[in-house]
């Protein structure tokens, strides 16, 4: 007998084929029962609290506070001390270290994070492990190489911060929108008072630990939670320099209102209606993945989602079809399984929001699609759906569901693609697909979006500058343009 059969013999036979417990657990996040608001570096016991859930299981994860605008006040004061005390006069290359210092924790952490961000938001782990983490990280190591190279990003003029920052964030991407907030806001440096969305607060809130263990000085990151009114009162303080705001339109109208005249500097990242445009020569296969991606990617809650797809009449049919097939190849469930393709829908109100919306679409006229699939009975969810035979003036092709719903209209001509991918009042992203580079370059100086993706969807890099045209905000996120909204010039 050979050593190797001598082995094999000697080896029991399984009994039965389990999979190996995953990586990324639930039980790698410890949460306390009870979470206050981080300010001027310690933990700071809020006078009201609400529970944040996970919604994916309905069950209650932890005590968040809700911040009153004397508790936001005391967050201000605790960043305007910070950066009247140091932060904006240290040398850039010490504010770098600090920032590459928070970049490789969030590496060395990642799985951690990953976890809670899937259990707080419902998105799939594959996503937050893939994308969310690593994109966030990348935010900090890139802004880090920027923050002692200000004025060679601005030639000629003389780069100094603006102040204190306050930051407002929403619920699709908790972590990597904190992450685009606060990573050039500090290289700049300002310090920064950001709220996270009520739905999600505990990344933000893990990431207090991260500030710590990176020794940042204290008060030049605070994060207070809770609802609109603690939004609000961020807003209107009077010590505030800047407000960073990522969100819906009418919140983002709101703030602009509330704002005018202050002489307040403001940036707005708003909703979004994006065109996904599929041409004729395009590899069919290859779209039908960026059409998915486009719109179910993390449930379709995504400013940017490639929510209306527009296909060339000539293959309409082929695309459909293909388009359907791969629907049913969607899992749709538990977050923190890695197989998981669409998770759980963000909170309740946004489940009745997506489903208002989609009675309206059938009700109009459209046809509707879901594959089989069945839902989980405990927490939110919604099948990833597809409406045929969609009319412009239709609400499912005007307003943004912010759900893993797609609307498929058609076109003939490029002319025709181009105008009616920008029917709408948003102007954040859109998709072309087409094998004619010509045309590609044709429909992006055409396309009113900040965002022009060619043969690929939702993909972001921290260099690359992002933001949008119209009612989808202004000001740029991402890329050496990030840098600007925090700096001031003389
Ligand atoms: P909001 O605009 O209400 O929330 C964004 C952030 O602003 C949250 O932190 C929110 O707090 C806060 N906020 C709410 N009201 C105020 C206020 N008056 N002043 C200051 N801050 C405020 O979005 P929603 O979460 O309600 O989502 C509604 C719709 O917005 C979605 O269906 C989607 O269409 C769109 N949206 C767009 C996003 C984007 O990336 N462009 C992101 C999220 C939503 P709180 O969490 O407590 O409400």
Request: net charge negative; proline share 7%; glycine share 8%.
């Amino acid at each position: 007998m050979t050593e190797v059969e001598r082995r094999k013999d000697a080896s029991p036979a399984p009994t039965s084929w389990d999979y190996a417990p995953a990586p990324e657990a639930r039980d790698i996040v410890t949460l306390r029962e009870r979470y206050g608001h981080f300010v001027g570096g310690v933990w700071l016991e809020p006078s009201e609290t609400y529970a944040t859930i996970s919604p994916s299981s309905e069950e209650q994860l932890a005590e968040i506070g809700q911040a009153t605008p004397a508790e936001v006040d005391l967050a201000v004061g605790a960043a305007r001390n910070a950066f009247d005390d140091g932060w904006s006069q240290i040398s850039p290359s010490e504010r770098a270290k600090y920032l590459f210092r928070i970049a490789r924790i969030l590496q060395e952490r990642s799985r951690e994070f990953a976890v809670l961000e899937s259990l707080n938001g419902g998105k799939p782990i594959k996503e937050s492990r893939d994308v969310d983490l690593p994109l966030a990280a990348a935010h900090f190591f890139y802004y880090a190489g920027w923050a002692d190279k200000l004025e060679y990003a601005f030639p000629n003029r003389v780069p100094r911060p603006v102040g204190v920052a306050g930051q407002i964030i929403p619920w699709n991407f908790p972590l990597l929108m904190l992450a685009w907030k606060i990573a050039p806001a500090l290289a700049c440096g300002n310090t920064v008072v950001l709220k996270p969305a009520e739905t999600t607060p505990l990344t933000a809130l893990l990431f207090c630990d991260v500030v710590r263990q990176a020794e940042l000085p204290p008060g030049v990151v605070n994060i207070v939670t809770g609802d609109g009114r603690t939004g609000g009162a961020l807003v209107t303080h009077q010590d505030v320099d800047k407000i960073a705001f990522t969100g819906s339109t009418e919140v983002g109208k709101a703030i602009q209102r509330e704002l005018a005249g202050t002489g307040k500097r403001l940036t707005l990242e708003l909703g979004g209606k994006a065109a996904n445009i599929i041409f004729d020569d395009a590899a069919l296969d290859q779209a039908v993945e960026g059409i998915i991606n486009g719109i179910y990617f993390n449930q379709g809650h995504v400013c940017c989602a490639g929510s209306r797809l527009l296909v060339q009449e000539s293959i309409y049919e082929p695309v459909v079809e293909k388009l359907k097939r791969r629907l049913t190849t969607l899992r749709v469930g538990d977050p923190l399984d890695k197989n998981t393709d669409v998770g759980a829908i963000n909170s309740k109100q946004q489940l009745e929001k997506i489903e208002e919306l989609v009675a309206a679409g059938a009700e109009e006229g459209a046809e509707i699609y879901q594959p089989p699939c069945r839902l989980p009975e405990k927490g939110y969810w919604f099948a990833p759906t597809v409406f045929t035979d969609v009319a412009q003036s239709y609400r499912i092709a005007q307003e943004e569901i912010f759900g893993p719903v797609l609307s498929v209209l058609t076109f003939r001509t490029p002319e025709e693609a181009v105008e009616k991918a920008n029917n709408t009042p948003y102007g954040l992203s859109a998709g072309v697909w087409t094998e004619k580079g010509s045309r590609i370059l044709w429909m992006a100086e055409r396309l009113r979006a900040g965002v022009v993706w060619a043969n690929t969807y939702n993909r972001f890099d921290p260099t690359s500058p992002f933001g949008g045209y119209k009612e989808s905000g202004f000001g740029r996120e991402g890329g050496r343009h990030g840098l600007e909204p925090y700096l001031d010039f003389t």
